[in-house]
């Protein structure tokens, strides 16, 4: 019997016997279906939310454009009424929102709420400013951004992916975000997170700028009791809050033979009513269909519920680094160990060779950062051979750059 086979069975096996303490509760952290206005909306009509006290109201499932450049899928969302776009000035070295700019040529400025994406260097492998971080070249990166999409503002600029709270404080990039928001180019100003979320959460709260979180958000994640109490109080201060990385990675294994339930785990992101809407990365067709349908109703059933518990299982590591942090003060060489595992899933799981080889490049860790040390000591708290996959991924800078342009 082939070992994807085996894998297979061993997951229907398991479903089976999940499915029935499934229904009795279990994936108990998920908040019970919303039953507010939501709920009143008619058959097959996107539910939304209100986006803090932006005044912004948004349907529950936005696009990830951040894998697609077909303008004909980003044009088809729109049109079926995902008008909310999310993008990154770095995403497809810049040609992801040249197409998006190309896509609302022509369309009027308030049929469709925008997204963009700056980060801010340099920063050390703690992921903090140096202080040789100024604000021109992250103002000259947003007037790139809106060159490229053909936009003379978005609605939300983020400071994008910071991990702790000084780099949320950092006062040249809080003050640039500022500007941008009194000088018209940015609606609304917000940072975007993949680690350590409650502590950036509290962060913005405590700097009283930002006003959307974006943040790494998923049934995977171990922190939850602290996401999500973090994420109580902004809303009570008027925070909105915009998931990614809902999917966990997208695959269960590297060789993509076992599937996450994804529109389970899209499900699972949005049960959360201070979530305001998740941005899923969109690659197809069939991806969008699917989304639509999540976003007209979000119940979990049992056998979804069934799927998500797989990951309690033995041998279902899964694709998706948290981004804890934990196993940071364990490296004796201080690799930058969450983004070298994001790498890995954004190749793995992603199947996005571009993504993977950018991030690894901005890391400047070489090709084999392992090199020299005896066992690894390293203890993941999901589970993962962290030196075999640093090891696997940091292949990927020997190839040329221009192979992912």
Request: glycine share 10%.
């Amino acid at each position: 019997m082939s070992a994807s086979r085996t894998a297979l069975d061993r997951r229907a096996f398991l479903k089976t016997g999940l499915a029935g303490v499934a229904g009795a509760g279990a994936l108990s952290a998920v908040p019970s279906p919303l039953r507010g206005r939501e709920a009143r909306l008619p058959p097959g009509k996107l539910l939304n939310r209100p986006l803090g006290k932006t005044g912004a109201v948004l349907p529950v499932v936005s696009m990830g454009v951040m894998n697609s450049n077909n303008e004909n899928l980003i044009r088809a969302a729109l049109d079926r009424g995902i008008f909310h776009l999310d993008t990154a000035h770095g995403y497809q070295r810049g040609t992801n929102e040249g197409a998006i700019g190309k896509v609302l040529q022509g369309r009027s400025r308030d049929s469709f709420f925008l997204a963009t994406k700056i980060p801010g260097e340099p920063r050390d492998r703690q992921g903090n400013f140096s202080p040789e971080t100024k604000a021109g070249p992250f103002l000259d990166k947003v007037d790139l951004s809106l060159q490229r999409l053909g936009l003379d503002h978005v609605d939300i600029l983020y400071l994008h992916n910071v991990q702790t709270r000084e780099s949320v404080l950092f006062e040249p990039l809080l003050e640039a975000l500022q500007q941008l928001k009194k000088s018209g180019k940015a609606r609304f100003v917000g940072v975007s997170t993949h680690s350590n979320e409650h502590g950036v959460i509290r962060a913005a709260l405590e700097g009283k700028v930002h006003d959307v979180v974006l943040l790494g958000y998923n049934f995977r994640k171990t922190n939850l009791p602290e996401i999500d109490a973090a994420m109580a109080d902004g809303v009570k201060a008027g925070l909105g809050f915009v998931a990614m990385k809902t999917m966990a990675g997208g695959f269960w294994d590297r060789e993509r033979q076992e599937p996450i339930n994804t529109k389970a785990a899209l499900k699972w992101a949005l049960n959360n009513p201070n979530i305001t809407t998740a941005i899923p990365g969109v690659t197809a067709f069939d991806q969008l269909e699917q989304n639509l349908v999540v976003g007209t109703d979000i119940t979990l059933t049992p056998e979804e519920r069934a799927d998500l518990k797989l990951g309690e299982a033995e041998g279902y590591a899964g694709l998706y680094c948290q981004g804890c942090r934990t196993c940071l003060p364990q490296c004796p060489r201080a690799l930058p160990l969450p983004d070298l595992m994001r790498s890995y899933m954004y190749a793995y799981g992603y199947r996005n060779l571009g993504a993977a080889y950018d991030l690894l490049a901005s890391l400047r860790v070489g090709e084999n950062p392992c090199a020299g040390c005896g066992e690894c000591t390293v203890r993941c708290a999901m589970g993962f051979d962290v030196r075999d996959r640093a090891s696997d991924i940091a292949r990927l800078q020997a190839a040329p750059s221009e192979f992912f342009a």
